[in-house]
């Protein structure tokens, strides 16, 4: 059984900075394409950065230059780096792995980030 677990999120001011973490157990491979996604109130689920397994990343041009995301193959953990932070980046952060086309097979949980400013 496959679970990936978030933690880090919280309550921070606008400019501050926080780290999430994601981290992964069971069968998964330690060096499957992760994700970050965010869920704001009434909005749908978007996608916020990739990392591959041999560390290619990609983000969504809203946080790029002001978050980064970077993985450790041996602790299978992929973090988020969120840095400058705005009200608009309050959302339900959720971690992925296993990328299968256009899809992810497993999900984390959800770690609630709020920005106030």
């Known amino acids: 059984q496959v679970q990936l677990v978030e933690s880090g999120g919280g309550l921070v001011q606008a400019g501050g900075s926080l780290r999430l973490s994601c981290a992964a157990s069971?069968?998964?491979?330690?060096?499957?394409?992760r994700g970050w996604y965010r869920q704001a109130p009434g909005q749908q689920r978007e996608l916020v950065a990739t990392?591959?397994?041999?560390?290619?990343?990609t983000y969504a041009d809203s946080v790029k230059g002001r978050f980064a995301i970077s993985r450790d193959n041996v602790k299978n953990t992929v973090y988020l780096q969120m840095n400058s932070l705005k009200p608009e980046d309050t959302a339900v952060y959720y971690c992925?792995?296993?990328?299968?086309?256009?899809?992810?097979?497993?999900w984390g949980q959800g770690t609630q980030v709020t920005v106030s400013s």
């Open positions: 992925a792995a296993v990328r299968i086309g256009g899809s992810w097979r497993y």
């Open positions: 069971g069968s998964i491979s330690s060096i499957s394409t």
């Open positions: 990392i591959t397994g041999g560390g290619t990343t």
